[in-house]
């Protein structure tokens, strides 16, 4: 599995931007790239996910490089109940095997 | 439309008993995998049920099983139970469609071996 390297924890104030990196070199092209957050107590919830181009939705956006060996979530406004862990995913597009390949993620705290 | 519910929500087990875990996938949902998560770590990888067969599985030995059934629900049965076994266990639901799709997390069981 290609595999991801992300900071083990990143603070942030509250209402203002947050980028959370990822690294994935040895990304494939078959690779979509998928952000899960898991907040205190709670099973893993999907953010957003990606191939080439930036994708926005409604918790955040997507910003992946031109080689696509790296990307970055975007919280355009965090707020306290953004602090979770933040897992950067590469999941084979092909087949229907859905396997998540987790890693220890970046842990999120958000302040006032 | 109702969420991935889990049961039972804590369960606590001696070592080399049994023990089955249940989860009802999101309406609508044809994939469900099962992920164990020890304290710290991100979840790893069970298995994968598509339309009830196992179509892909992580690094757990087999005493690791499981079951989907026609109404998408599903069991992840462990035995043989061994201390390392306690971990938040959880399942996803998913809708397969053009290869691309996310997927739908329960609470989770926390189980405890003793």
């Known amino acids: 599995d290609a595999k991801t390297t992300q900071p083990n924890s990143m603070e942030s104030n509250e209402e203002e931007p947050v980028h959370l990196p990822c690294n994935h070199s040895?990304?494939?092209?078959?690779?979509?790239i998928h952000w899960y957050r898991q907040l205190p107590s709670q099973g893993p919830e999907y953010v957003i996910h990606?191939?080439?181009s930036n994708v926005n939705n409604r918790m955040a956006s997507l910003a992946i490089a031109e080689d696509r060996k790296s990307s970055t979530l975007i919280l355009h406004r965090a707020t306290l109940r953004d602090a979770a862990v933040y897992y950067c995913?590469?999941?084979?597009?092909?087949?229907?095997?859905?396997?998540?390949?987790f890693g220890t993620g970046t842990r999120l705290q958000v302040t006032l | 439309e109702t969420g991935v519910t889990q049961s039972p929500t804590h369960l606590i087990k001696t070592r080399g008993q049994q023990v089955t875990l249940r989860c009802s996938s999101q309406?609508?949902?044809?994939?469900v995998s099962w992920y164990q998560q020890a304290l710290g770590q991100g979840p790893q990888f069970i298995f994968q049920?598509?339309?009830?067969?196992?179509?892909g599985r992580g690094n757990f030995p087999p005493r690791f099983s499981g079951l989907q059934f026609p109404n998408y629900s599903s069991e992840l049965n462990v035995n043989a139970l061994e201390l390392d076994d306690s971990a938040l266990y959880l399942c996803?639901?998913?809708?397969?469609?053009?290869?691309?799709?996310?997927?739908?997390f329960g609470p989770g069981t926390r189980l405890t071996v003793t």
């Open positions: 996803a639901s998913s809708l397969v469609q053009g290869g691309i799709y996310e997927q739908y």
């Open positions: 040895t990304i494939s092209g078959t690779d979509y």
């Open positions: 990606g191939l080439t």
């Open positions: 995913i590469l999941r084979d597009g092909t087949g229907t095997a859905s396997k998540l390949t």
């Open positions: 309406s609508g949902h044809n994939t």
């Open positions: 049920y598509y339309r009830e067969e196992e179509n």
